[in-house]
């Protein structure tokens, strides 16, 4: 079992019952411990750039970024559900100094993600609230699973609850996505995109990290990525290529370049000028070389032939027309990297309840098919 004692600033945000603090001492340090039930807790905080501490069962670190607030975003997230009164319902309905236990559910089969996260959720929402988890981020659960609980002020965990689950849900829905593509795709590399839920950027890639696949670029800074656009503009792709190298250079900008191409032709274009002149591509993408066929197959000969060009000069990475179904026959083309915007774009949310009574909510399920 691994439990965590959550510590952390209480958010100004919610209008909550009044309750004793802890010692918020402790937040100036980088690892504390608790005694609780007779045995001791080590608590480890990370604190990455601008995301704030992130402590108790962590197991993969989030993706660095220079300016993103990770608990920005989750007293936004907590806001927009209590604006400005609060829990009504639970102002109404339940005593302030009422404590309960409520379990985690799992109600359907896949790979959990987000368990760090919904420990910081809890902590700014109260941080007496203790979490216990029989599970880790990327571990898998079955349909009916009872992964974890919470154990403080009834009225907390409810106004947690909404916001909790749906950052797990659609971790959870990522990861499981994630995982069951990279293991296609071996041996190449799965990667998401920048098409991501606005302001989720790093929580959905963090996902992407869980469930097994690595992570493209952050975004527009990190990386320089010259796409048909960029290369439409500046008039081909050997005269964008030219750009790049001169304003790298000028900058004394150290970062890695993909360039995007479409056809063999561009391939060669490439390969050609990278050999008369010294230049900083590390990656040449094969967009769109996953030719659909009408049953439903795909023809992955162009995508091979542009490889078997590369010869291994550069890293290469294969986009369009990624599925789980046609993502194993991509990966056995040699490709180094695969990438997929559907991994976040359009992915399903893992079903996942925190239930009070327990035992009916497992009755309901069952009913439903759901646990």
Not at 89 to 98: E, F, R
Not at 249 to 272: I, S
Request: a neutral charge; charged letters at 25%.
């Amino acid at each position: 079992m691994i439990r965590t004692t959550i510590s952390s600033s209480p958010s100004s945000l919610l209008r909550l019952p009044p309750r004793r603090r802890l010692n918020e001492k402790a937040l100036s340090t980088a690892s504390s411990s608790t005694v609780r039930r007779g045995r001791v807790v080590t608590m480890s905080a990370v604190d990455t750039t601008n995301q704030g501490a992130l402590v108790g069962s962590m197991v993969v670190k989030p993706p660095s970024h220079p300016t993103y607030d990770m608990k920005a975003v989750i007293k936004l997230a907590l806001a927009e559900d209590s604006g400005d009164r609060g829990d009504v319902t639970c102002l109404a309905t339940v005593p302030s100094d009422m404590e309960v236990e409520a379990h985690f559910i799992a109600k359907e089969d896949g790979i959990i993600a987000g368990i760090a996260l919904a420990e910081m959720i809890f902590s700014e929402v109260d941080p007496l609230i203790k979490v216990e988890w029989s599970i880790k981020d990327g571990d898998y659960v079955h349909k009916g699973m009872r992964f974890g609980k919470v154990y403080g002020c009834a009225h907390n965990i409810v106004v947690a609850e909404r916001v909790v689950l749906n950052f797990m849900q659609r971790m959870s829905g990522i990861a499981t996505l994630t995982k069951s593509m990279a293991d296609a795709a071996h041996p190449a590399f799965i990667l998401e995109t920048r098409k991501t839920a606005p302001g989720l950027r790093l929580v959905d890639k963090w996902a992407v990290l869980i469930g097994g696949g690595k992570n493209h670029r952050m975004g527009l800074f990190d990386m320089v990525m010259i796409k048909d656009n960029h290369i439409s503009i500046a008039g081909g792709v050997t005269n964008a290529i030219k750009s790049v190298d001169h304003f790298l250079e000028q900058n004394n900008f150290q970062m890695a370049v993909e360039v995007e191409t479409r056809t063999l032709e561009e391939v060669k274009e490439v390969l050609e000028y990278t050999t008369q002149y010294k230049t900083t591509v590390t990656r040449i993408m094969l967009d769109n070389m996953v030719v659909p066929l009408p049953d439903g197959d795909v023809d992955v000969s162009m995508l091979k032939d542009a490889v078997e060009l590369i010869n291994g000069r550069f890293e290469t990475e294969a986009s369009g027309n990624v599925t789980l179904e046609t993502v194993k026959k991509i990966g056995g083309t040699g490709v180094t990297y695969i990438s997929s915007g559907a991994l976040t774009h359009s992915v399903k949310a893992l079903d996942i309840s925190l239930k009070i009574d327990t035992e009916l909510a497992l009755l309901v399920g069952r009913r439903t098919n759901r646990a």
